[in-house]
């Protein structure tokens, strides 16, 4: 199986590079929009005055230029290597950063903040940017781009482009599993589908706004998070039932509403990238894969640590993360993320044919 996937990927690459052909620096689509949450923010919250950040050491520290730029990671993103598989020289710039401006906006740019959120109020709590106020920043960035390019080169950027969002883990474990207010209010699958009625918006507002090929992430396997397993986790160094048995019945909800909004739009892309799987074969079969730790994090303990407690000063942080699923008790490494995203690769052909 790993052979035939590894002759599958190496097919798709070379028809991408094909259909890159010679123009240099040039993607396989006009931009990448991204929105969401730590998973793919990459920088956006560094200057907001919340406590989640990671613009400081260790972070970054296996990155291009070994500087933290605001990816919780110790290096790149796996929504960054797909940036580089569509055959881009360059990120898309942290909309909130001095970087966003002029003609680098015309190849898409990241809207995504840490602790956000489908839900509004789970941002809130982090004075992080909730998904509702990423939308408006996007269309801020629409006129700024009609400005820079023109109406026509404008609209061919936001109808071709590649639209990324990543949404759900922080409802989930950095809200409704520590607020008893609102674990009481509501059953798994009520929030569920508190959830599932934001994304169905969320999507119809960027349609609305042009977009037409749009890729979100499923629920992660929550119960094998290290920070999750510590708080939740009864002692036990397994992955904890409960909260993978939440994410999976998140993730058929997501799969069934996207696939009544294809139905509704006929000339909408949509895919739910599966990282369920993937990430919890790097949990169960972390040699499989190149792996020797999957339940403790590279950083400090690894079992806790994320954002401000993953510091310089974190005691037992390894030196070297390549062979660590997790950076931090949040967050996969750069060379998990690698993995990850050749999975959307092959997920994700029908957003690129």
């Known amino acids: 199986m790993a052979a035939t996937m590894s002759m599958i990927f190496v097919l798709i690459t070379q028809v991408m590079v094909a259909m890159v052909g010679f123009s240099y620096g040039q993607g396989l689509v006009p931009g990448v929009m991204i929105f969401g949450d730590s998973v793919v923010d990459t920088g956006n919250n560094n200057n907001l005055y919340t406590l989640v950040k990671a613009n400081f050491p260790p972070y970054g520290r296996d990155f291009s230029n070994h500087n933290p730029t605001g990816r919780f990671c110790n290096g790149k993103l796996a929504t960054d290597f797909t940036v580089e598989n569509l055959g881009f020289t360059s990120y898309p710039p942290a909309y909130l950063t001095q970087e966003a401006q002029g003609k680098k906006l015309l190849h898409g740019a990241n809207f995504a903040s840490a602790s956000s959120g489908y839900l509004d109020r789970t941002a809130n709590l982090y004075q992080a940017v909730p998904l509702t106020q990423q939308l408006q920043y996007y269309k801020e960035y629409q006129s700024k781009v009609v400005g820079i390019a023109g109406k026509a080169k404008a609209a061919a950027l936001f109808g071709g482009s590649i639209y990324i969002l990543s949404a759900g883990s922080s409802d989930y474990v950095q809200n409704y599993y520590i607020n008893p207010l609102l674990n009481g209010a509501y059953t798994p699958e009520q929030f569920s589908d508190l959830l599932v009625h934001s994304f169905n918006s969320f999507v119809e507002n960027l349609y609305s706004l042009g977009a037409r090929r749009i890729g979100v992430t499923s629920l992660p396997p929550m119960g094998c998070l290290p920070a999750a397993i510590t ?88 030196t070297n993360a390549t062979g660590y699923v997790f950076w931090d008790s949040f967050h996969p490494s750069e060379a998990a993320n690698k993995v990850l995203s050749d999975a959307l690769l092959i997920q994700g052909i029908d957003l690129i044919s």
Not at 276 to 291: E, I, Q, R, T, W
């Open 231 to 318: 708080l939740f986790g009864g002692g036990s160094n397994d992955c904890v039932a409960r909260l993978n048995n939440d994410a999976v019945a998140f993730n058929n909800k997501i799969n069934a509403a996207s696939n009544a909004i294809k139905k509704k739009h006929s000339n909408l892309k949509l895919v739910v990238f599966d990282i369920y799987n993937p990430l919890l074969d790097l949990v169960k079969n972390p040699a499989k894969s190149g792996f020797f730790e999957s339940r403790r994090a590279c950083c400090g303990t690894g079992t806790i640590e994320t954002s401000l407690l993953c510091n310089t000063g974190a005691p037992g942080t390894c």
